[in-house]
């Protein structure tokens, strides 16, 4: 009798315990419910909320009603489930997880209330209910938001591999080399090396690893592609170290340190990658008169490579002057100075500007450390160095000058300084006169036409990104532009706006390729150029006229804080885009419907008309893609053979708010330089933009503050095959699965292909392969072109924000990638140069 009761008592208890667990539920969905309904937003979770706390309420009793009331809740969840997602499986997730959990204890304590129903028939209805809750988690695994619109078309079925000279090896690389930092001069980040293909790649093994010994634990994100060239790779460092490898082996040839302060770090500690120079030759040798060439010293002797080739290399190369940096590697470094090294030894070339480096920071005035660095690779086009430079965004309405500059490859001497802020003259300043401060920028890689002397540059927007009210006429003409510039005058031969007025931080960050493009007249040198906001122009490279069905102006959203300020049209690429289609509430998600709910709230509490909403400081406005949406820096791939476009790309918002200078003060914001510490966050997150009226705080990704998740739902991260010819897509596909992403920063370690954030490109091989790293679930991995299927991966030891490239040497074909992770990605940091190949 004793033990009959103590069941009966634990039974009750279980009952109050679902039915408490209900109430609970439906109060939270209850309160979020009225809010989100008081904004514009869905009844749904109202009305489930009030149905969740009857229900439980009754549950508590011991009510049969209770167990009845949640059953016309689940329905009805069911019903709005499908009207709002179809057939989408990342909409379910949010709008049925808990439900159905709940659903589950509902129907285990169902019999145990009042006339209930049989205790077989609970746990039967119970058992069905939690098959249904693992059919939907295995559901996870399967491929989703995966489209198939055109066959690719087989090898050998386009020739668009265009001319850009004979004048340096990555005009025309040798086979197996990878000779600049899109491959070649025309940066497809294709190669024509095919050992490796979809039959074998499951085979591909480790081949050797190599450490740089630079690490950070703040800002890190080297970005690093490595060049290739004859023997040798070369690359650079998060802090400019300047290393060369055996490219068989991986052993250290020699290195050289520029002694960059981490003080100068911007934003991330970025050195894309180095740029390869064969002097002419026709070009005398500057002879400094100087044998011995103290600047020698800043060579690591010890690092060189213990076998007797790398020896005798040094020796040969060590003495005469003449001999001395016939081939050269330059450097941009964070602390703004052009770097030039002789290839075989690594010493400085003496004949180059100031014992082997140029500053680029002269005529700019006031430089804070940090505000101008060189982060990309510069570009050689006729025998001109042109560099540009990353200006620290957010700080400052007038920072350092945006200028590009352009200096003798062999002698350093400045040539020739274009500054958007004053775009007819090209005439470098002298004395105390300064660049026009806070004018566009150009951050990313530019790419050079050695046969029409001309260098492409995408130009970034003007200091204070989101505040235009000041700019100059001039800032507003050049800025967020593509600009084909003559590297013998110094001026613009064309330029094309991709953003007018921009006030979103819409800077074209990829880097141009150039390709012969198919028209109906013949094939055209072109230069195609991708975009934060997803469009991807073509442009006839020697007029700037756009090909592919062009572009045209629409009208966009007016109003915000600079009413007067806002262009009445925007540029759209008519060849193709990567836009996602507008956001709407029910594209809010979340692990529960609790964090769903709250995006839905803040969506309805924010203004948003599209891409081009206006920035606004009484709400937060969703900027949609974000600033890390569409094409970034790691820029596109094409098949010149297959006539294909690779391109992986970003889709993600962010949730931005204008804040008023006296509330900013208050806050604490102030320019970097004038803070007691760095703390390294978000780009956007807290930007003072001093000397206009707002700072800016930015919500990068729209995260949510109680999981660290995104508001928008997956995917994240695309990859994309594009016909060439007719811009027409091929395949499309999510990049990244959640095994290192989760929330409250847990990595879930499941390989669910649910598209992560991705920084870094593509490399292409006339194998039939894609090799990408770039995802934020630190795994490099081999697609097939053909059908867009992963038929490789591999883990990486740090996070993989970076371009692959593939090689040849000694016969074998080897592919690298550096992997030093990437604090914005939150992707773990490292030092690691590493290879695979097949086995020998």
Same mark, same amino acid.
């Given at each position: 009798?004793?033990?009959?009761?103590?069941?009966?008592?634990?039974?009750?208890?279980?009952?109050?315990?679902?039915?408490?667990?209900?109430?609970?539920?439906?109060?939270?969905?209850?309160?979020?419910? =009225?809010?989100?309904?008081?904004?514009?937003?869905?009844?749904?979770?109202?009305?489930?909320?009030?149905?969740?706390?009857?229900?439980?309420?009754?549950?508590?009793?011991?009510?049969? $009603?209770?167990?009845?009331?949640?059953?016309?809740?689940?329905?009805?969840?069911?019903?709005?489930?499908?009207?709002?997602?179809?057939?989408?499986?990342?909409?379910?997730?949010?709008?049925?997880? /808990?439900?159905?959990?709940? $659903?589950?204890? /509902?129907?285990? /304590?169902?019999?145990?209330?009042?006339?209930?129903?049989?205790?077989?028939?609970?746990?039967?209805?119970?058992?069905?209910?939690?098959?249904?809750?693992?059919?939907? &988690?295995?559901?996870?695994?399967?491929?989703?938001?995966?489209?198939?619109?055109?066959?690719?078309?087989?090898?050998?079925?386009?020739?668009?591999?265009?001319?850009?000279?004979?004048?340096?090896?990555?005009?025309?690389?040798?086979?197996?080399?990878?000779?600049?930092?899109?491959?070649?001069?025309?940066?497809?980040?294709?190669?024509?090396?095919?050992?490796?293909?979809?039959?074998?790649?499951?085979?591909?093994?480790?081949?050797?690893?190599? !450490?740089?010994?630079?690490?950070?634990?703040? !800002?890190?994100?080297?970005?690093?592609?490595?060049?290739?060239?004859?023997?040798?790779?070369?690359?650079?460092?998060?802090?400019?170290?300047?290393?060369?490898?055996?490219?068989?082996?991986?052993?250290?040839?020699? !290195?050289?340190?520029?002694?960059?302060?981490?003080?100068?770090?911007?934003?991330?500690?970025?050195? #894309?990658?180095?740029?390869?120079?064969?002097?002419? @030759?026709?070009?005398?040798?500057?002879?400094?008169?100087?044998?011995?060439?103290?600047?020698?010293?800043?060579?690591?002797?010890?690092?060189?490579?213990?076998?007797?080739?790398?020896?005798?290399?040094?020796?040969?190369?060590?003495?005469?002057?003449?001999?001395?940096?016939?081939?050269?590697?330059?450097?941009?470094?964070?602390?703004?100075?052009?770097?030039?090294?002789?290839?075989?030894?690594?010493?400085?070339?003496?004949?180059?500007?100031?014992?082997?480096?140029?500053?680029?920071?002269?005529?700019?005035?006031?430089?804070?450390?940090?505000?101008?660095?060189?982060?990309?690779?510069?570009?050689?086009?006729?025998?001109?160095?042109?560099?540009?430079?990353?200006?620290?965004?957010?700080?400052?309405?007038?920072?350092?000058?945006?200028?590009?500059?352009?200096?003798?490859?062999?002698? &350093?001497?400045?040539?020739?300084?274009?500054?958007?802020?004053?775009?007819?003259?090209?005439?470098?300043?002298?004395?105390?006169?300064?660049?026009?401060?806070?004018?566009?920028?150009?951050?990313?890689?530019?790419?050079?036409?050695?046969?029409?002397?001309?260098?492409?540059?995408?130009?970034?927007?003007?200091?204070?990104?989101?505040?235009?009210?000041?700019?100059?006429?001039?800032?507003?003409?050049? =800025?967020?532009?593509?600009?084909?510039?003559?590297?013998?005058?110094?001026?613009?031969?064309?330029?094309?706006?991709?953003?007018?007025?921009?006030?979103?931080?819409?800077?074209?960050?990829?880097?141009?390729?150039?390709?012969?493009?198919?028209?109906?007249?013949?094939?055209?040198?072109?230069?195609?150029?991708?975009?934060?906001?997803?469009?991807?122009?073509?442009?006839?490279?020697?007029?700037? @006229?756009?090909?592919?069905?062009? =572009?045209?102006? #629409?009208?966009?959203?007016?109003?915000?804080?600079?009413? @007067?300020?806002?262009?009445?049209?925007?540029?759209?690429?008519?060849?193709?885009?990567?836009?996602?289609?507008?956001?709407?509430?029910?594209?809010?998600?979340?692990?529960?419907?609790?964090?769903?709910?709250?995006?839905?709230?803040?969506?309805?509490?924010?203004?948003?008309?599209?891409?081009?909403?206006?920035?606004?400081?009484?709400?937060?406005?969703?900027?949609?893609?974000?600033?890390?949406?569409?094409?970034?820096?790691?820029?596109?791939?094409?098949?010149?053979?297959?006539?294909?476009?690779?391109?992986?790309?970003?889709?993600?918002?962010?949730?931005?708010?204008?804040?008023? #200078?006296?509330?900013?003060?208050?806050?604490?914001?102030?320019? #970097?330089?004038?803070?007691?510490?760095?703390?390294?966050?978000?780009?956007?997150?807290?930007?003072?933009?001093?000397?206009?009226?707002?700072?800016?705080?930015?919500?990068?990704?729209?995260?949510?503050?109680?999981?660290?998740?995104?508001?928008?739902?997956?995917?994240?991260?695309?990859?994309?095959? /594009?016909?060439?010819?007719?811009?027409?897509?091929?395949?499309?596909?999510?990049?990244?699965?959640?095994?290192?992403?989760?929330?409250?920063?847990?990595?879930?370690?499941?390989?669910?292909?649910?598209?992560?954030?991705?920084?870094?490109?593509?490399?292409?091989?006339?194998?039939?392969?894609?090799?990408?790293?770039?995802?934020?679930?630190?795994?490099?991995?081999?697609?097939?072109?053909?059908?867009? @299927?992963?038929?490789?991966?591999?883990?990486?030891?740090?996070?993989?924000?970076?371009?692959?490239?593939?090689?040849?040497?000694?016969?074998?074909?080897?592919?690298?990638?550096?992997?030093?992770?990437?604090?914005?990605?939150?992707?773990?940091?490292?030092?690691?140069?590493?290879?695979?190949?097949?086995?020998?």
């Amino acid at each position: 009798m004793g033990t009959s009761s103590g069941n009966e008592r634990r039974r009750d208890i279980a009952l109050l315990l679902v039915g408490a667990l209900v109430a609970l539920v439906g109060l939270a969905m209850t309160v979020g419910g =009225a809010w989100l309904a008081l904004v514009g937003g869905s009844w749904y979770y109202l009305l489930a909320g009030i149905g969740m706390l009857l229900s439980g309420g009754l549950l508590i009793m011991q009510r049969r $009603a209770g167990v009845l009331l949640y059953a016309a809740v689940f329905i009805a969840s069911l019903v709005w489930a499908a009207w709002e997602s179809g057939l989408d499986y990342w909409r379910w997730i949010p709008r049925m997880d /808990v439900v159905l959990i709940l $659903a589950i204890l /509902v129907a285990l /304590v169902a019999y145990k209330t009042s006339d209930s129903a049989s205790r077989r028939a609970s746990f039967f209805t119970a058992g069905g209910l939690a098959l249904v809750l693992a059919g939907a &988690g295995a559901l996870a695994f399967l491929p989703h938001n995966f489209s198939h619109s055109g066959e690719v078309p087989g090898p050998q079925s386009a020739s668009l591999a265009t001319d850009t000279g004979n004048t340096q090896p990555a005009d025309q690389p040798a086979r197996g080399d990878w000779a600049a930092y899109g491959g070649d001069n025309a940066a497809t980040r294709y190669t024509s090396l095919d050992q490796i293909t979809p039959d074998n790649v499951g085979k591909l093994e480790p081949a050797w690893t190599y !450490r740089t010994g630079d690490l950070l634990d703040h !800002r890190w994100g080297a970005e690093t592609t490595p060049l290739k060239i004859g023997n040798s790779v070369y690359l650079c460092t998060s802090r400019n170290i300047l290393i060369s490898l055996d490219a068989a082996t991986g052993e250290e040839r020699w !290195r050289h340190d520029p002694q960059v302060s981490e003080d100068a770090i911007p934003y991330t500690a970025a050195c #894309r990658g180095v740029t390869y120079y064969q002097v002419p @030759e026709n070009t005398p040798a500057q002879d400094d008169g100087d044998d011995t060439n103290p600047a020698a010293a800043a060579v690591d002797d010890s690092a060189a490579s213990p076998d007797d080739g790398a020896e005798s290399v040094v020796a040969a190369s060590s003495g005469d002057g003449a001999q001395q940096c016939r081939t050269r590697i330059f450097s941009g470094t964070l602390d703004g100075r052009i770097i030039a090294v002789d290839a075989e030894t690594g010493q400085p070339c003496t004949d180059f500007g100031d014992n082997g480096q140029v500053d680029i920071k002269q005529n700019m005035g006031e430089t804070p450390p940090g505000y101008v660095s060189i982060n990309s690779a510069p570009v050689i086009v006729d025998g001109v160095l042109v560099t540009g430079h990353q200006v620290l965004d957010g700080q400052r309405r007038y920072p350092p000058s945006g200028v590009i500059k352009g200096y003798d490859a062999v002698t &350093g001497e400045l040539q020739w300084a274009w500054d958007a802020g004053r775009p007819d003259q090209s005439e470098p300043l002298s004395g105390d006169e300064t660049y026009v401060r806070g004018s566009p920028n150009m951050w990313t890689t530019a790419v050079g036409d050695n046969q029409l002397g001309l260098v492409y540059l995408p130009m970034a927007n003007s200091a204070a990104d989101y505040w235009s009210s000041s700019r100059t006429p001039a800032e507003n003409e050049w =800025a967020s532009s593509l600009v084909a510039l003559d590297v013998t005058t110094g001026l613009p031969k064309w330029k094309f706006q991709t953003a007018h007025k921009d006030v979103w931080d819409y800077d074209p960050g990829s880097q141009p390729t150039l390709i012969d493009f198919p028209t109906d007249n013949g094939r055209v040198p072109a230069v195609v150029m991708p975009t934060k906001q997803g469009g991807i122009y073509v442009f006839d490279r020697r007029s700037g @006229e756009l090909l592919g069905g062009g =572009a045209e102006e #629409r009208p966009v959203p007016q109003g915000g804080v600079e009413p @007067e300020q806002r262009a009445k049209t925007q540029p759209y690429s008519l060849y193709h885009t990567l836009e996602q289609p507008e956001l709407t509430e029910r594209d809010m998600w979340g692990m529960s419907p609790f964090d769903q709910m709250f995006c839905r709230i803040q969506f309805q509490n924010a203004s948003y008309e599209g891409m081009y909403t206006p920035p606004t400081a009484d709400q937060h406005w969703v900027e949609y893609t974000g600033y890390n949406g569409g094409s970034d820096w790691g820029s596109i791939a094409i098949d010149p053979e297959r006539g294909v476009l690779i391109a992986n790309y970003n889709d993600m918002p962010n949730y931005n708010i204008l804040v008023p #200078r006296e509330k900013a003060n208050e806050y604490g914001w102030k320019p #970097r330089e004038e803070m007691a510490s760095d703390d390294g966050g978000a780009e956007g997150a807290g930007d003072p933009q001093a000397n206009t009226p707002y700072a800016v705080n930015v919500n990068a990704g729209w995260r949510v503050p109680f999981t660290g998740l995104l508001c928008k739902q997956p995917p994240y991260g695309h990859i994309r095959a /594009v016909d060439v010819a007719s811009g027409n897509t091929l395949w499309d596909r999510p990049l990244g699965t959640a095994r290192a992403n989760g929330p409250w920063g847990i990595e879930s370690g499941l390989p669910i292909n649910i598209g992560t954030p991705n920084n870094g490109g593509s490399a292409v091989t006339a194998g039939g392969l894609i090799f990408i790293a770039a995802a934020t679930d630190d795994l490099i991995r081999a697609i097939d072109i053909e059908s867009g @299927e992963t038929l490789w991966s591999a883990p990486l030891p740090a996070g993989g924000q970076a371009n692959p490239l593939v090689y040849e040497a000694n016969g074998r074909e080897y592919l690298m990638i550096v992997a030093t992770g990437h604090h914005f990605m939150e992707t773990p940091s490292g030092d690691y140069v590493l290879t695979w190949a097949l086995p020998q």
